[in-house]
């Protein structure tokens, strides 16, 4: 589909090796958590994912679109102390109250970033962001239950699916187009962002906010309402209805002028 876009070229997908059963078995003992049978079965047939493709331009080809999933090795935990970090240095885990308070009238329970969740970086989203598979439970025993959330730039939580395999093939219908995960909060994506959309509108069932978005954004000419009070001229009508009374008394008093002149040059003669 994308090689037979208008405008489209370079598509590059990296092909990787599948992940080895020990390497997740290792993981998973290590953060004390099981994956998502989805997700697991996703690495034992390969080992992450990336897909990238660039548009056409004047001087080189430009990179626009991004399809990345981390790989295991990559899946690092969000939020998780560091032995470089200083002692008295802000972590995450300090939001936590801000983050409550402007969260309690949610529906769904967002994500902690201290110890009562466990974060993984699913895609760093070219630094758009984070996409994060989520453990919202992890006390005093680590829930299998997960979800898929964004985390935008300005740490606030966003809910994209509950199963992996939902969230992979929103990454595919969406084609990997830039900001396509803002198009799942409340402020949507950036104007720029919806240009590209617009070229390269993603074939989803949910993309119903982005059609009515981008409509909104679009000049449309209507010249039945534009055009309508020049169509109707009762001015006009009323100067040309006029026009004949005014013609035809300068005509009478034409017709006088030379009559009397021609009666008089006849008594001249």
Request: glycine letters at 4%; hydrophobic letters at 35%.
């Given at each position: ?6 405008g489209v ?70 939020g ?18 801000d ?19 466990l974060?993984?970086?699913?895609d ?12 919202k439970?992890?006390?005093?025993v680590?829930s299998?239950e ?7 730039r ?8 509950k ?97 009397s ?6 008594s001249r003669?």
């Open positions: 589909l994308l090689e037979t876009s208008p070229a370079e598509v590059t997908f990296v092909e990787k090796e599948p992940a080895e059963r020990h390497t997740i078995i290792s993981w998973e003992q290590k953060n004390s958590c099981i994956l998502p049978e989805d997700l697991k079965n996703f690495y034992l047939m390969t080992d992450g994912f990336q897909m990238t493709w660039s548009v056409k331009t004047d001087d080189a080809p430009m990179p626009l679109g991004s399809m990345v999933i981390n790989s295991v090795s990559k899946l690092c935990r969000l998780g102390s560091s032995m470089y970090s200083l002692p008295n240095a802000p972590t995450l885990a300090d939001l936590e109250d983050t409550e308070e402007e969260g309690d009238g949610d529906k769904l329970e967002k994500p902690h970033f201290d110890s009562r969740s974060i993984f970086e699913l760093p989203c070219n630094g758009n962001g984070k996409v994060c598979l989520v453990y439970h992890a006390k005093p680590v299998p997960t979800e898929i959330w964004f985390l935008d300005a740490l606030y939580w966003h809910f994209l699916t199963t992996f395999t939902a969230y992979y093939r929103l990454l595919i219908t969406h084609l990997g187009l830039p900001q396509w995960q803002y198009a799942f909060t409340s402020y949507g994506v950036s104007p720029q962002a919806k240009q590209w959309f617009n070229m390269y509108k993603p074939i989803t069932i949910n993309t119903a906010l982005l059609s009515e978005e981008a409509d909104s954004f679009v000049n449309k000419l209507d010249p039945n309402k534009v055009f309508k009070t020049k169509n109707k001229t009762p001015v006009i009508k009323k100067k040309s209805s006029s026009q004949p009374a005014g013609s035809q008394k300068s005509h009478t008093s034409m017709t006088s002028y030379k009559t002149s021609l009666a008089g040059n006849s003669k």
